[in-house]
């Protein structure tokens, strides 16, 4: 707090102090989110499943997740699959498939436009990978709203 404080003190206009309101509360949330591990899951594992949650419009790889961790990718995988009981692989393409889900449901988005937006190689394997996950195609979900 005091590292805001002081720079508060700097600064001269209210945008900027707004902005760095913003800033603050930004941190604030990863802070607190960083802090609520569930029970029997590692800090290490916790963190490479944020940081897959926080990135799903973004090709993501096994081993970008695990070297976020600091970590090899062959440690993070033998702990990821361990605590949680999933692949690693499969958890990044559960979480891209959710996100994919939410967009189908509150926006208007075309489905090949979130398929883009979540870096599936074609339209095709989104749609594939989506039925396969929710037992229905993406535009049954949007029409469904669920």
Known sequence: IDYYIQECEQLRTIEK??????VMLLDFCQRAEETRIPEGISPDVYQCMTYIRNHTNEPISVEAAAAHTGRSA?????HFKGELGIRMGAYIMRCKLEEGKELLQYTNK????????????SQSHFQTAFKKQFGMAPNECRRMGS
Not at 17 to 22: A, R, S, T, V
Not at 110 to 121: A, H, K, M, R, V
């Open 17 to 22: 102090i707004n902005q760095l309101q913003y």
């Open 74 to 78: 062959s440690y993070m995988m033998k």
């Open 110 to 121: 075309s489905i090949s436009t979130i398929s883009t937006f979540l870096c599936f190689s």
